[in-house]
């Protein structure tokens, strides 16, 4: 019985340093980010972290998550505080990835939020600097990083469902689409774990024409949101034309008055907005240099339509339209024209 209690007793003592051990290893990996529950795991007594914190060797980030410093916090401290406090939990959104210079904290300024996503079911308090959002079936849209993130995949179609605008939604495709181990096949089998979507059916052919290399998509938003429903003449389609390297096709041609208008649907370039910036520039100046293509892109297509009608109208007066546009609506750019 003797040699039992000495044997139970050396058991004791190795399981207490394990657990230490182990929580040494979790403040480590989580840049000195623990919760309560970990503390506890770890060894620590109620009273033990009411000294520490008198101490300053723990400091509360949110309620039962603390840090090991009284400094501010890093962006992946701030990460592990919000994904400690709403576990099981995983960063998303913008948060989704560390940004890729780090402002230092001054006296007074206010960081970001840090968004996370939990499980549908689940109810989580809020707490000042966290977002959360919501997900069904969470787990199978979870990557195992550090600390914990939605896959880039599912993250983007996440914020696609969320995007109060087409172009927004594309934006966030933008973000992910090229990026290494990001292909079309990897996005669709994202959308299959999102079977109720926003947009589905549209996101999906964003999907399709990234396969493919075609612009049906961007062609199909110039017809509607641009073309038709601002009186622009109607334009001939997908025309072919012989060149001295051979066939080229044309994406949009006015061929009475020899403008051709190129759609760029590329995704996935870090200044695709800037290009569209770029691209409007261009369009205004077309008119006065009588080029005979004009290229376009997603946010000339799908966030300023009416501006780039009033653009494609210019060129073709210029060329002998002698037509004019006309409003979409009450509040259209063209309707303002004197």
């Given at each position: ?6 044997t ?12 230490a ?11 000195g980010v ?9 060894g620590l007594t ?5 000294r ?7 400091v ?5 998550v ?7 916090l890093?962006?992946?401290q701030r990460?592990w505080?919000?994904v400690?406090y709403a576990?099981p ?6 948060s989704v ?15 970001d939020?840090?968004h996370?996503?939990i499980?549908q079911?689940r109810r ?5 600097g966290i ?6 079936n969470?787990e199978t ?12 995949e599912?993250n ?9 605008s087409e ?5 966030s495709?933008?973000g992910?689409?090229?990026r290494t181990?990001?292909t079309?096949?990897?996005l669709r ?9 926003r ?17 049906s998509?961007?062609e199909h ?6 073309e038709?429903?601002?009186g622009?003449?109607?334009?001939e389609?997908?025309t072919v034309?012989?060149?001295p ?6 994406d949009?041609e006015?061929v009475a ?11 996935g ?5 800037d290009q569209?910036?770029d691209?409007d520039?261009?369009?205004d ?7 005979v293509?004009?290229r ?8 300023t339509p009416?501006?780039t ?6 060129v073709l007066?210029?060329?002998g ?11 259209c750019?063209i309707?303002r024209q004197?």
């Open positions: 019985m003797e040699d039992s209690g000495v139970s007793g050396h058991e004791d003592v190795w399981e207490r340093e394990h657990a051990r182990l929580m040494e290893a979790q403040r480590r990996q989580q840049d623990l919760s309560h529950a970990q503390l506890t795991a770890g109620r009273a033990d972290m009411i520490m914190q008198r101490r300053k060797e723990i509360r980030v949110h309620r039962r603390y840090v090991d410093h009284t400094g501010p890093t962006w992946h990460a505080a919000a400690l576990a939990a995983y960063v998303c959104g913008p990835e560390a940004p890729r210079a780090e402002r230092p904290m001054v006296p007074g300024m206010v960081p939020p840090i996370v996503a499980d079911t989580v308090a809020p707490q000042p977002v959360i959002h919501r997900l069904t969470l849209h979870a990557h195992g990083g550090v600390p914990p993130r939605l896959k880039l599912d983007a179609l996440a914020m696609a469902h969320d995007a109060r172009i927004d939604a594309i934006a495709l933008a992910v689409a090229g181990h990001v079309a096949g990897s089998g994202a959308l299959s774990r999102f079977p109720s979507l947009r589905r059916a549209w996101i999906a052919k964003i999907i399709d024409d990234l396969e493919s290399g075609t612009n998509v961007l938003g110039y017809l509607t949101k641009v038709r429903v601002h622009l003449p109607r334009s389609r997908q034309r012989a060149t390297k051979g066939s080229q096709f044309r949009v006015y008055y020899g403008l051709v208008v190129e759609l760029d649907g590329a995704l370039h870090d200044t695709w907005r569209a910036r691209a520039r261009v369009l100046d077309l008119a006065a240099t009588r080029t293509t004009a376009l892109r997603w946010h000339q297509v799908f966030e009416c501006r009608a009033q653009g494609i109208a210019r007066a210029s060329r339209w002698a037509d004019s546009p006309r409003a979409c609506d009450d509040a750019l309707a004197p």
